[in-house]
């Protein structure tokens, strides 16, 4: 069965559905500067709207970037500590649109 909502795939063929923040921390942790330098994140539809990529930079650290286009974002940004990449990832990919999810507020009767 594939993923309920996205996807995480590295350059390397592996491939994590609907991935935990814990899973793109060891994702993002096995990225290497040769033949792994980036993971890819989008839902699994046709033409999805939004996506997430981490990518490795040869000056050491990482390039977040971050395009939904149902809502006209494009961010690019850099950081060096995993464990906040994964985390502010986990928060950017809840707050988007998934097929199939209710779209409904927490505590919204």
């Not at 199939?100 to 919204?108: D, F, K, N």
Request: charged share 30%; aromatic share 8%; proline share 4%.
């Amino acid at each position: 069965m594939g993923a309920r909502y996205y996807g995480a795939d590295s350059e390397n063929g592996d491939r994590i559905d609907d991935p935990s923040e814990g899973a793109l921390f060891m994702m993002i942790g096995d990225l290497n500067d040769s033949d792994n330098t980036f993971v890819v994140v989008q839902p699994d539809e046709d033409d999805p709207a939004w996506c997430v990529s981490v990518a490795v930079l040869d000056e050491g650290g990482y390039e977040i970037v971050r395009r939904d286009t149902a809502r006209g974002e494009r961010d690019v940004t850099t950081a060096t500590g995993i464990d906040d990449i994964a985390r502010d990832l986990t928060i950017w990919m809840a707050a988007r649109d998934f097929l199939g999810r209710p779209t409904g507020q927490v505590g919204e009767s």
